[in-house]
């Protein structure tokens, strides 16, 4: 699977994993050098507090595109060591 956004690959992997509807891939497998920091926060009430990043591509930001569950509670634990995406990041295979 790859996640796309603004013509470029920011995340490839075999080894996703479907919670939701949503591919979570390894975290090891996102490009670091397309994100930037971000302070936003939410809450799922299975899966716990997600985390943001934004994507910084291309000079173009798509805040908040990448989240994960740093901690993830009990019974979410597939999605731990995982990010997922939005806001029009595409994952493809």
């Not at 302070?39 to 990043?53: D, F, I, M, R």
């Not at 798509?62 to 939005?86: L, M, Q, T």
């Amino acid at each position: 699977m790859k996640a796309i956004w603004n013509n470029t690959v920011i995340a490839e992997s075999d080894d996703t994993v479907v919670v939701e509807g949503n591919h979570y891939f390894p975290a090891t497998a996102l490009k670091r050098e397309f994100t930037a920091f971000s302070n936003h926060k939410s809450s799922c009430p299975w899966k716990g507090q997600a985390s943001y990043l934004s994507l910084l591509v291309k000079g173009e930001m798509n805040p908040d595109a990448v989240w994960f569950y740093a901690e993830p509670r009990s019974g979410a634990e597939a999605v731990k060591d995982r990010v997922a995406f939005w806001k029009g990041v595409q994952v493809v295979e």
